[in-house]
Antibody, heavy 121, light 109 residues
Framework: EVQLVESGGGLVKPGGSLRLSCAAS????????MNWVRQAPGKGLEWVSS????????YYVDSVKGRFTISRDNANNSLYLQMNSLRAEDTALYYC??????????????WGLGTTVTVSS | SYILTQPPSMSVAPGQTAWIACGGN??????VHWYQQRPGHAPVLVLY???DRPSGIPERFSGSNSGNTATLTITRVEAGDEADYYC????????????FGGGTKLTVL
């Protein structure tokens, strides 16, 4: 079964850090681009970051540039999001999502259930 | 940056047809993808590349894209279609970023 399972969310104070992980199974992870997409409570979807299959191409939404770092470990079928200098506005449910192909822009056809990040003092 | 505009909400009776619009500057030149998100669930891809259906998505879901508007069409609407629907494109011209529309909440009367 094709599956993505996120972990690493939690409650953190403003200015703090968290590292999200996404464990992939049931498909050849190294052949697909991957994304982090977040959804603040009661709000719409917001793309956060993308990474191509071989990590050649990495992109971020402007609001997280310089604070978040996406990475992947194809040997261990894992995707990561290192989040530093967290702000209240980063509070959201964070989804890991697979691109249809090796690069961004082709649609995201597999999604995890998400992990919740709450930034509050 | 590129902006996608969707109506916040719409309602339709069971058995009728729903047309959900997604507006963007010259969106017809881009590939548009559509997602369904039922309350409390993760998004599900229902169309990609304007009108292609992933495996398992009913033929009742179709799409078109031309000019400044892309449209998701749901025929013979069912109660289970009640959800938020999001359009999405890849902006490779300005920011190299994924852009989501604000979402349309479809209510089945």
């Amino acid at each position: 079964e094709v599956q993505l399972v996120e972990s690493g969310g939690g409650l953190v104070k403003p200015g703090g850090s968290l590292r999200l992980s996404c464990a992939a199974s049931g498909f050849r992870f190294s052949g697909y681009g991957m994304n982090w997409v977040r959804q603040a409570p009661g709000k719409g979807l917001e793309w956060v970051s993308s990474i191509s299959s071989s990590s050649t191409y990495i992109y971020y939404v402007d609001s997280v540039k310089g604070r978040f770092t996406i990475s992947r470990d194809n040997a261990n079928n894992s995707l990561y999001l290192q989040m530093n200098s967290l702000r209240a506005e980063d509070t959201a449910l964070y989804y890991c999502a697979r691109d249809i192909g090796p690069f961004s822009g082709w649609g995201m056809d597999v999604w995890g259930l998400g992990t919740t990040v709450t930034v509050s003092s | 940056s590129y902006i996608l505009t969707q109506p916040p909400s719409m309602s339709v009776a069971p058995g009728q047809t729903a047309w959900i619009a997604c507006g963007g500057n010259n969106i017809g030149s881009k590939s548009v993808h559509w997602y369904q998100q039922r309350p409390g669930h993760a998004p599900v891809l229902v169309l990609y590349d304007d009108s292609d259906r992933p495996s398992g998505i009913p033929e009742r879901f179709s799409g078109s894209n031309s000019g400044n508007t892309a449209t998701l069409t749901i025929t013979r609407v069912e109660a289970g279609d009640e959800a938020d629907y999001y359009c999405q494109v890849w902006d490779s011209v300005t920011d190299h970023s994924v852009i989501f529309g604000g979402g349309t909440k479809l209510t089945v009367l």
